[in-house]
């Protein structure tokens, strides 16, 4: 079955320290991929996604993301991450094979300590 | 312009009741989903709808049905409300399969 796995439920970080959320998936056929952001009692918002092309896409806040094909991964970094980077971060796929539905990870939380 | 609307945001039912809950977007999208987001299991696919009088199983589809009438509308139904239905229900829409998905703000529903 294709699925979508998120290594770290929880992941603690300083202030001003870089980050890295692990997105990886089941399959290694052409896929489309997501990152969202949930903020407490909000829904999610898209963060930045790769449909095709350069292989490192980047959002506006600061955060990238590379697709690694060999690797099916799809891991998010920031070098630098801020109090308002506190959050849920969910990765989503959508299998070519499986073209309607979009499936998404379990999630990461992400809190910053200052 | 409202992207995608969730009716209502927050509901308490006693087991064996019945509801519905609305979703309504006004970005002519093709695509309407709905999900159910509980700790620790992030989001899954309840039922999905691909166009306007078409809707489809998802991935945890038992004890929900759906109906797709019009396309700006996504309605989930529950027929006889369950304690393992407690739960976050996001709806959420898309132009196309390939696009970016809109989410709503969320229903809480908590089933005693």
């Known amino acids: 079955a294709q699925s979508v796995t998120q290594l770290d439920s929880q992941v603690p970080v300083f202030e001003e320290a870089p980050v890295e959320l692990r997105c990886n998936y089941s399959s290694s056929v052409s896929v489309y991929l997501f990152w969202y952001v949930q903020y407490p009692n909000q829904g999610l918002q898209l963060l930045l996604k790769?449909?095709?092309?350069?292989?490192l896409v980047e959002s506006i806040n600061g955060f990238e993301a590379e697709f690694n094909k060999s690797q099916t991964s799809f891991h998010l970094r920031k070098p630098s991450v801020h109090i308002s980077d506190t959050a849920e971060y969910f990765c989503a796929v959508i299998f070519y094979s499986s073209a309607s539905k979009i499936i998404f990870g379990s999630g990461t939380r992400l809190s910053i300590r200052p | 312009n409202a992207g995608v609307t969730q009716t209502p945001k927050f509901r308490v039912l006693k087991t064996g009741q019945s509801m519905t809950l609305l979703c309504a977007q006004d970005?002519?999208?093709?695509?309407m989903y709905w999900y159910r987001q509980d700790p620790g299991m992030g989001l899954r696919l309840i039922h999905y709808s691909v166009g306007e009088g078409t809707t489809a199983k998802g991935e945890v589809p038992d004890g929900y049905n759906v109906s797709r009438l019009k396309k700006q509308n996504f309605l989930l139904g529950l027929e006889s409300a369950a304690p393992s239905q407690t739960s976050v229900y996001f709806c959420a829409s898309s132009y196309h399969h390939n696009t970016e998905a809109f989410f709503g703000q969320g229903t809480r529903l908590t089933v005693v």
């Open positions: 790769y449909l095709s092309g350069s292989t």
């Open positions: 970005m002519n999208h093709e695509y």
